[in-house]
């Protein structure tokens, strides 16, 4: 099944075979589209050789870097060369389910024709709060401030896993931050989609579409840090509390598009010196989180939790 007006794009970073095996499935599956461009964020030379020979197989477009410069810039120079008005962007770490090019179609109909929708998401580690059935399997996610709408997971409407967008993008919402950290850029591009009310459509059995792969020979290249993974009832619950006043705050007063390709996340955040005196308060309470986290982590096991 081809695709009309659609790119794939895939972000790589010293997994080449994890790349290989996503374009042979989407082969396998059928599914052709009108351009490919793989994006790499600078990797080591065995796996840009290896990239170099899948140009006999497969017929993409390869978007180099000397240097890694981070998840956010990878995003941006890759999307930077998409020319056809929709972009399916999926992380090469993952691989289409047989189910994918049925689903795929229609959502890819739907943003044809809603244009006040803005992306379709089809993976996801958990089932988003809040959704409104349309069909087909698929939800309109639903975002509100209202007590009602309760928890902090209603904030994760966005995410970098596969989803369908329009190459416009970066207009509405601005481009991704570069030179943070990986869970950073994803986390201020959540709340530039929020603020600038982004709307969206989920997959209900949100891990039917794509699977994700890390094998042993060319794992995750992201380390979540004690604060994202402990299971520590403590420490669960001071996340919770700490997530779901920082959200709040940040999705009524810290600005998170960046528009320009040149802004860096020091430069966008100077704009807003006004704001020093509460992102102070804020990167107090932070730090002093952080140093709990620490001493618990030290903490001898008897004593924890």
Request: aromatic share 18%; net charge positive.
């Amino acid at each position: 099944m081809h695709f009309k007006g659609v790119t794939l794009l895939v972000t790589h970073y010293n997994r080449s075979s994890s790349l290989e095996r996503l374009l042979f499935a989407f082969a396998t599956l059928g599914c052709s589209f009108d351009d490919i461009v793989v994006s790499d964020d600078g990797s080591r030379p065995e796996h840009l050789e290896h990239i170099k020979r899948l140009t006999s197989h497969y017929k993409f477009r390869f978007i180099g870097t000397p240097v890694n410069k981070g998840l956010g810039n990878n995003i941006n120079k890759g999307q930077d060369a998409v020319s056809t008005p929709f972009t399916l962007y999926v992380q090469e770490d993952f691989v289409p389910k047989p189910l994918f090019a049925e689903k795929f179609a229609y959502a890819l109909k739907c943003m044809q024709q809603q244009s006040s929708l803005d992306m379709v998401r089809f993976y996801a580690y958990f089932r988003y709060p809040f959704l409104q059935p349309v069909e087909n399997g698929f939800s309109e996610m639903i975002f509100s401030t209202l007590p009602w709408y309760f928890g902090y997971r209603k904030f994760y409407y966005y995410s970098d896993h596969p989803h369908l967008r329009r190459t416009s993008f970066f207009q509405k919402f601005g481009r991704y931050h570069e030179g943070i950290k990986v869970e950073k850029t994803e986390y201020k591009m959540m709340f530039a989609f929020l603020q600038n009310k982004g709307k969206a459509l989920f997959y209900d059995e949100y891990q039917d579409l794509f699977e994700q792969k890390n094998s042993a020979e060319e794992p995750s290249t992201v380390r979540r840090n004690l604060w994202r993974e402990s299971g520590n009832f403590l420490v669960s619950g001071l996340r919770e509390v700490y997530r779901y006043v920082r959200f709040h705050y940040d999705l009524f007063f810290t600005p998170s598009s960046c528009r320009y390709p040149e802004e860096t996340s020091f430069m966008f955040e100077q704009k807003f010196k006004h704001l020093d005196e509460v992102h102070l308060t804020r990167y107090e309470l932070t730090n002093k989180l952080e140093e709990i986290l620490l001493s618990i982590k030290e903490m001898p096991q008897q004593f924890r939790f």
